[in-house]
């Protein structure tokens, strides 16, 4: 063969081509059959098999679907003039975040931005120092105004993302009755819903209802509204209005946090009642919390409502329930007389009077003035054991009230079931049994209203989207003790506060009915008391026609021994401010006294 001839195929014998060259027809072949198979198979997966799939995937890139969410409803107070007063409220508020690689001159934009959003000059500074970042947030939950104040600086290197959020413009104001709107997860992703108080126990209704959207979006993933197929509009939560006054309400968290503070309390409590509806008129805890930064607190103890969430021992401000029921089986009058021995044994277990002195012989008015437990357990055994329990089970201690709050106890008279002596000898004058304050109010609701018990409430009215109201009205529970039982009580308490512990609550002009109440706290470690008391009153007014009845609870005050010296004062001041609000007329008029 000549050099640079083309090079012919060589044929065997038989004039076949050779095995050396047909091996690369039969690979390209081979290639073109694989492809072929391929591609038929992916074709039969992508239009036959996966068919659904693949439209629905599709779909999903030309379609839109958007959940709408529904405005959470408010939550009001009132006042006297029926004026209705934000709580909770839903507003506009931003989210400032800074663009660092956009900022050009770091100290003035510090300077200005801390000013604005009331940070510190470093902390902005800190925040904008690393020039690769794109989003820096500098704030939350900022308001309108302020965003405006940075928007009109044209400062470069900011922006803002705008949110509706829950809002409560009083801030600490009833912050345990309201609760707060917070996160939970939920399918591994955070989602909003009430915690403690009303927003969590009325968080369904508040909530409202979801809409949603469904319809077109372009190329770059934005809603077309003109192509907008389906849509369920998103329903408003309801509306909550309370029975609390704003007034009063001011009036008592004012109250207590004063004398809280002034006694170094750990915690105080100050309730307001309306007696003939069952209406709480105040309900303020100390200490009490911004549920608009929530996330600030350190503990969890402070979210606690503790008229319904913590039980104490009410020591003898429960001694008007052991009188009301001797009165009501007339075991007792007033003016009966024993001799007070100062001191009872039951085995090795003894109960002395709070001072441990023998008063000799005492009327029964007299035991309750001077507050002796040897005269308590003296009605209780009259009384007797049986009907003792049944009592206490008639004025509904050891069972919630079912106010619209969460997380109520219901207390614990389980000493009872025990049927020692000694369990009802002490359960005479408040210890050995547990209540909380609103049960305890909603028994001795009874004893100021003619015997008849109320169901303590605090949402007076829901107002749904579609504008229904659904209103709760006042609720007798029952007829507890007789009419006549109750007034002789009712004078008895009068003589407490004119002639007993309680002298300091009295206010000119009116009959005051009270009893005083300094309980030993348990000792949960080692079992029986420490030296740390718990200080309370409850009174009612005008005593023989009453309105309002009030109730104080300081928690382990410093320096006071006596409930005389810190609940009474508290109790007065409140008491005197509810009856020149209400304008509540006189008992009597005071004679002026004539100087010669």
């Not at 077109?216 to 509306?239: H, L, M, V, Y």
């Amino acid at each position: 063969m000549k050099r640079g001839g083309r090079l012919k195929p060589r044929y065997s014998s038989s004039g076949a081509v050779e095995a050396g060259a047909d091996w690369r027809i039969w690979l390209v072949g081979g290639i073109i059959v694989l492809f072929g198979a391929v591609l038929c198979s992916r074709l039969f997966f992508l239009q036959i098999r996966d068919f659904r799939l693949f439209s629905a995937l599709a779909k999903g890139q030309q379609q839109n679907f958007e959940v709408l969410a529904p405005l959470r409803g408010g939550i009001f107070v009132t006042s006297k003039s029926n004026e209705s007063i934000p709580l909770a409220m839903n507003k506009k508020l931003s989210l400032v975040y800074a663009v660092p690689k956009e900022i050009t001159d770091d100290e003035s934009f510090s300077q200005l931005v801390s000013q604005i959003l009331g940070k510190t000059k470093e902390e902005i500074a800190e925040k904008i120092k690393d020039k690769d970042s794109s989003y820096k947030v500098l704030a939350q939950r900022v308001e309108q105004e302020k965003v405006s104040e940075i928007q009109r600086a044209k400062l470069k290197g900011i922006n803002f993302t705008t949110e509706v959020a829950r809002f409560y413009p009083y801030g600490k104001f009833a912050s345990q009755v309201t609760g707060f709107l917070g996160f939970h997860e939920q399918n591994d992703s955070a989602k909003s819903s009430g915690q403690y108080g009303l927003e969590k126990y009325f968080n369904n209704i508040l909530a409202g209802k979801e809409g949603f959207s469904e319809g077109q979006k372009d190329a770059k993933g934005r809603s077309i509204f003109s192509k907008i197929t389906n849509e369920e509009k998103a329903q408003k939560g309801a509306d909550l209005y309370l029975t609390l006054d704003y007034n009063v309400q001011f009036q008592a968290e004012k109250i207590i946090s004063e004398y809280c503070e002034k006694l170094g309390a750990e915690k105080g409590l100050a309730i307001v009642e309306e007696l003939s509806t069952g209406k709480i008129k105040a309900l303020a805890n100390w200490k009490n919390f911004d549920p608009n930064v929530y996330w600030e607190e350190k503990t969890l103890n402070v979210f606690q409502n503790d008229a319904i969430e913590r039980v104490y021992e009410p020591g003898s401000i429960f001694k008007p329930i052991t009188f009301a029921m001797a009165l009501d089986l007339q075991k007792i009058t007033p003016e009966e007389t024993y001799t007070d021995p100062g001191t009872i044994f039951f085995g090795t277990q003894t109960i002395k009077n709070f001072d441990g002195k023998s008063n000799g012989v005492q009327t029964m008015t007299q035991v309750l003035e001077k507050s002796l437990n040897t005269g308590a357990v003296y009605i209780q055994q009259k009384v007797g054991k049986e009907k003792f329990k049944e009592y206490i089970e008639k004025f509904e201690f050891g069972k919630k009230t079912e106010i619209e709050l969460p997380g109520e106890l219901s207390g614990d008279t389980r000493n009872l079931a025990y049927n020692r002596d000694i369990n009802y000898a002490t359960a005479s004058f408040g210890q050995g049994i547990s209540v909380t304050p609103i049960q305890f109010i909603k028994a001795a609701s009874a004893i100021a209203n003619r015997g008849i018990m109320m169901k303590p409430y605090i949402v007076e009215k829901k107002v749904f989207a579609d504008g229904k109201e659904e209103f709760t009205g006042p609720e007798i529970i029952k007829q507890v003790i007789s009419p006549e039982a109750s007034s002789f009580l009712a004078a008895m308490m009068v003589s407490v506060v004119k002639n007993g512990h309680a002298k300091r609550a009295q206010i000119p002009g009116y009959f005051i009915a009270g009893k005083t109440g300094t309980a030993q706290v348990a000792n949960a470690e080692v079992g029986g008391y420490s030296d740390q008391t718990i200080h309370s009153f409850f009174g009612f007014f005008p005593a023989f026609d009453p309105k309002y009845l009030i109730f104080i609870k300081i928690d382990k005050p410093q320096g006071i021994e006596f409930a005389e010296s810190s609940a009474v004062p508290a109790f007065k001041e409140l008491a005197q401010y509810v009856i020149n609000y209400y304008e509540i007329p006189p008992d009597y008029v005071e004679e002026e006294k004539v100087v010669k």
